[in-house]
């Protein structure tokens, strides 16, 4: 039987250690994200055949993550998860998926095994830099008029997050959980425990300040080469606040990441309208696997 563990901070060089090997791009294969969500999620961790290997729950359903590691040692830990979900009596669910892992599933011949379900609600929304910067043609029109419009009736600047402004800073964060969100223990969670441990996390972070107060607070990191937004949140009651955010900051932060990742919609609608509205340039598509 296989021993999971919960997610510590303190496992962020292990984890980074593993991931390293692979370099999957999409975001759950992050460690911000799966520290953040673990108590959303019940992420737990194992090392098992080399690999670390990942697992959590999605309403109430037990799920794996493609494991980490060498080719061969991936193909071993496969088997060693199907084993111990079988000798539970629990389906071998893979999860968000993305088309390079199922290359790998097909290369180790194991691709018949499994039933494949795309998972749109886990798409990341994927776009370059300089367009969120630039905010030019003619799909972001829209935009700009109200990035424009912000900054006629604001006076306005990017702040790095410090002692000074920390509690604004995270009263912003509660303030535009409590008023927005439709599933907001979870969303203050994970929020929060990325605020509070983002220099552990090496994030890189900002404060949209609007007429003295704050009114944005992103949080974000480089992941081989492009720029993942973990945390962004914006005043919706003032126009244009949340194009400001994102385009202050990409201007001075990240420069050298060529794409920036708005991360999944999880199925959310309003979230899905709001990321679309920038025009991805591309998506990292995934898909479940479940053992037959």
């Given amino acids: 039987m296989l021993s999971f563990k919960r997610i510590e901070i303190a496992d962020r060089a292990l984890f980074t250690q593993y991931i390293d090997v692979n370099r999957f791009i999409n975001s759950e294969y992050c460690f911000t994200t799966l520290f953040t969500w673990r108590k959303a999620f019940r992420i737990e961790y194992a090392v098992v055949e080399g690999c670390l290997c990942a697992m959590g729950d999605w309403d109430g359903m037990e799920y794996y993550y493609f494991p980490l590691g060498k080719k061969n040692d991936a193909r071993r830990a496969l088997a060693a998860l199907g084993e111990h979900c079988a000798n539970r009596g629990k389906p071998f669910v893979l999860m968000s998926m993305s088309a390079d892992m199922a290359s790998l599933l097909d290369e180790f011949g194991l691709s018949d095994n499994f039933m494949r379900e795309e998972r749109r609600e886990f798409y990341d929304y994927v776009y370059k830099r300089e367009k969120l910067v630039s905010l030019g043609g003619n799909k972001l029109h829209g935009k700009r008029n109200h990035f424009n419009n912000f900054i006629m009736n604001h006076d306005c600047s990017m702040e790095e997050i410090t002692d000074a402004n920390c509690g604004a800073c995270r009263e912003m964060l509660i303030s535009a959980i409590d008023r927005r969100s439709s599933n907001a223990e979870d969303e203050l969670e994970v929020t929060m425990s990325a605020f509070d441990n983002r220099d552990a996390l090496g994030l890189t972070c900002g404060a949209l300040t609007v007429d003295g107060g704050v009114a944005g607070v992103i949080l ?25 955010l994102f385009k202050l900051f ?11 990742n708005f991360t ?16 991805p340039d591309f998506f990292i598509e995934k898909y479940s696997f479940t053992a037959r």
Avoid: P, Q
């Fill in 220 to 244: 974000a990191e480089d992941f081989y080469g492009s720029a993942i937004i973990d945390i962004a949140k914006a005043d919706v009651e003032i126009r244009g606040a949340s194009v400001a």
């Fill in 250 to 260: 990409l201007e001075k932060n990240l420069t050298h990441c060529e794409y920036v």
């Fill in 264 to 279: 999944d919609d999880m199925g959310i609608e309003g979230l899905r309208r709001a990321k679309l509205s920038y025009a």
